[in-house]
């Protein structure tokens, strides 16, 4: 499965911003997806997880602000993020897996290169 992250950019804070994750290939093995982030000079932390039955997972730093979806007929899942904190400021990464818990622990099999996304305060 590839998958290539779109949709990052340089915005202010209090502003949205949706990423979309486009995967291809053998997309049918691709279970579970999640959106992971890495701020500067910090570890990857998880920010979502979607199933392919539309369970979800948000960390707590982004519950009611973020919202993941996905979309297997166009093999797309993406992040709507609004009110956004210029702690949100980090590289956004898409990845998938056939098991939930993989995509959630951060050990999945596949990724993508990440998107920038940039907040000003």
């Known amino acids: 499965v590839d998958l290539v992250e779109s949709g990052g950019g340089l915005v202010q804070a209090g502003t949205s911003l949706r990423l979309s994750c486009a995967a291809s290939g053998e997309t049918f093995l691709a279970n579970a997806m999640a959106w992971y982030r890495q701020p500067p000079g910090k570890q990857r932390e998880l920010v979502a997880a979607i199933t392919r039955t539309g369970t979800t997972n948000y960390a707590d730093s982004v519950k009611g602000r973020f919202t993941i979806s996905r979309d297997d007929a166009k093999n797309m899942m993406n992040l709507q993020m609004n009110s956004l904190k210029p702690e949100d400021t980090a590289v956004y990464y898409c990845?998938?897996?056939?098991?939930?818990?993989?995509?959630?622990?951060?050990?999945?099999?596949?990724w993508g290169q990440g998107t920038q996304v940039t907040v000003s305060s």
């Open positions: 990845n998938a897996d056939a098991v939930f818990s993989r995509v959630i622990a951060g050990t999945a099999r596949w």
